[in-house]
Each structure stands twice: as C-alpha cells, then as structure tokens.
C-alpha cells in the first residue's frame, strides 16, 4: 500500500470520528440529535456551499464534491441521511452504533 512504501511501515488502524448524542429517552435522544447534529450539518451545508459546482473543479476535494451531489435530496432527506452516519439514542442503541461501525472499519 502506498502509506507503507512512503512511511516505512504499517498504516495505523483508522480513526473514527463523528458526532454523539446519547439520553436515557429515546424520543429525546432523537429530537436533540436532530436539533445539534442536524442543526451542524444544515450550517455545515450552508458555510461550504454544497449545493454549488465549486468543489468538482478543485483536485482533492472528491468527498465535498461528492456532498454537492448529496445537496440534490431535499435538506430534511440530506439531513436524515447525516444524521443516519452519526450516533445517537439511548445509551444501548449508541453502543450498537458504535460496534457496527467499527465493525464496518
């Protein structure tokens, strides 16, 4: 792999990151992931100007490219969508996030 011929040695394992929103209330849970998860995308969105073509024309910016694509589904569907890749819910259910997904890694 590229990392190990320039690096000499293995690649880490990968990092995860995202957001977290864990309660004891699963409606709760729900509605402040929306509001603090949601509401960081929906500024994301805004502050990156997803919706335009200006990423498509920049070498090494695919993945925000990628996010303009994304801004073709309604802001409430691109907003379930993000919030469907970060953790949130009761306490059980963020730790079935989290174990899935470094599963998946």
């Not at 969105?45 to 589904?73: D, I, N, P, V």
């Not at 907003?79 to 059980?92: C, F, I, N, S």
Request: proline share 3%; glycine share 8%; charged share 25%.
């Amino acid at each position: 792999n590229i990392y190990q011929k320039v690096n000499g040695t293995e690649a880490p394992k990968p990092i995860i990151a995202g957001w977290t929103f864990c309660d004891a209330d699963e409606q709760r849970a729900r509605e402040m992931a929306v509001r603090w998860i949601g509401g960081y995308w929906e500024s994301a969105t805004r502050h990156y100007e997803f919706g335009s073509e200006h990423f498509s024309k920049t070498k090494g910016y695919e993945f925000y490219a990628a996010m303009s694509e994304a801004q073709r589904l309604s802001v409430g569907q691109a907003t379930e969508a993000y919030l469907d890749l970060q953790v949130w819910g009761t306490p059980a259910m963020c730790l079935d996030r989290i174990v899935k997904t470094c599963d998946r890694m």
